[in-house]
């Protein structure tokens, strides 16, 4: 099967998968950022998720001209689907894409989307779309598909070619194409869905388990909290039985597990279905910043530190570890929080953009030089260096200072004789 291939959106998804496939096809990689395709027509990659040599010797065509993708009969999108601010979702991305792809595409066209959707996004609010701008009939003239990205920012372990690819399409014979298509790159073999539905479907609730098993950590965690027992140490206990579940609390944040169950509880509340286990999961993963905050400050009030004022030092920004992605990050309204109490948060982050950080959050972010040995010191984010190098960052709280151990990865045995850790 030799398809010309084009890949739309060449962010954390699509580069990668741009990148895959142009391992075995020639591929065109378009983006609107006229800065991102110049980045990466010069090799950098500034997600970190395809490295220097792989990115070099792939057979891609970088632009930002829609034109280029006239050449192509085997289309790709593969750009955000964000929630605005009342969190609810916004196709905006997804739809401009469309328009872009409809503009400049032939008869004959597969157009296959891997954005996170709802059920029945692509077929009710894609294709409209597409036939608009290309003026011409879906199941006729081109004809759509669906494959839901699996691609987990910052793990080098599982890839785009190491994971099981679902796969759905319009007709059982185009279903066939895009499965071949997929299987000349993904050495994990593809996973035929019945319906592009289901393959909707499949990829929102993959995320939704997570959040809802990770909010019961949450609420474990504040009723453990209040009881004064280490959560982590009830959870490597409770571990030991074979079937116990390896979900541990934290903050909830990222372009996933924080954004995708609102598109599926928007279709559900939509057809007259009120959601209330996922909604009541969203509720207390997004609270635990508050929860986090409100403890650094009864930790400071017990041990007689000054607040209004203090220097806060909070290491890590990033919504998850070893990766520079700043989207939808929750360590963003810890820091928020601390702000209202009137704290001054000195923020590092070892894999995040300084200029990113300022853009999106105003953050200006600090290196390790730059901090001074402060009574508070909040492990925020679980990147590498942190941990292997914990001794080094430790020595940033004082000799009868409080450790805030959010990811846990901090021992006891770690503190000094004075000094007070909280975990999650």
Aim: net charge negative; glycine share 6%.
């Amino acid at each position: 099967m030799n398809r010309k291939i084009a890949v739309v959106g060449l962010g954390y998804v699509g580069l990668p998968v741009a990148v895959s496939f142009g391992k075995v096809h020639e591929v065109i990689g378009f983006d609107i950022s006229k800065q991102r395709i110049n980045e990466l027509k010069e090799g950098y990659d500034r997600t970190n998720e395809v490295n220097e040599q792989d990115l070099s010797t792939a057979n891609i065509i970088f632009t930002s001209d829609k034109n280029e993708l006239k050449k192509a009969d085997f289309i790709i999108v593969a750009v955000p689907t964000p929630i605005n601010k009342h969190k609810q979702p916004d196709l905006t991305p997804l739809l401009k894409a469309s328009e872009s792809v409809g503009s400049v595409m032939n008869k004959g066209t597969i157009v296959v989307y891997e954005s996170t959707v709802y059920p029945g996004a692509t077929e009710e609010d894609c294709v409209p779309v597409l036939e608009k701008f290309s003026g011409l009939k879906s199941g006729k003239d081109f004809f759509v598909g669906y494959s839901p990205e699996r691609i987990n920012p910052g793990d080098k372990i599982h890839t785009f070619e190491t994971i099981t690819k679902v796969v759905s399409g319009q007709t059982p014979e185009i279903l066939d194409i895009v499965a071949e298509t997929y299987s000349t790159v993904v050495k994990a073999g593809v996973h035929k869905a019945p319906t592009i539905k289901v393959a909707e479907a499949a990829k929102v609730i993959e995320n939704t388990q997570r959040d809802v098993n990770i909010a019961l950590m949450n609420e474990l965690s504040l009723i453990f909290d209040k009881m004064n027992i280490n959560t982590k140490d009830v959870l490597e206990a409770a571990g030991t039985k074979w079937n116990f579940l390896n979900f541990n609390p934290g903050l909830v944040g990222g372009h996933c597990i924080g954004v995708d169950p609102y598109y599926l509880t928007h279709k559900a509340q939509e057809l007259g279905h009120h959601p209330e286990v996922i909604l009541a999961g969203r509720r207390i993963n997004d609270g635990m910043a508050k929860h986090i905050a409100s403890s650094i400050i009864k930790k400071m009030l017990k041990k007689g530190f000054p607040v209004v004022g203090a220097n806060v030092n909070v290491l890590g920004l990033t919504f998850k570890e070893n990766t520079p992605d700043l989207r939808n990050t929750k360590v963003i309204d810890v820091i928020k929080e601390l702000q209202d109490f009137g704290l001054n948060v000195i923020v590092n982050d070892v894999e995040a953009d300084a200029s990113e950080a300022k853009k999106f959050y105003d953050i200006d972010l600090k290196d390790i030089n730059e901090l001074n040995i402060e009574d508070v010191l909040v492990f925020a984010v679980s990147h590498d260096d942190y941990v292997t190098n914990k001794e080094k960052y430790l020595k940033l709280v004082s000799d009868k200072g409080v450790i805030i151990d959010i990811k846990g990865i901090i021992n006891d045995i770690d503190l000094k004789v004075n000094q007070s850790i909280w975990r999650i």
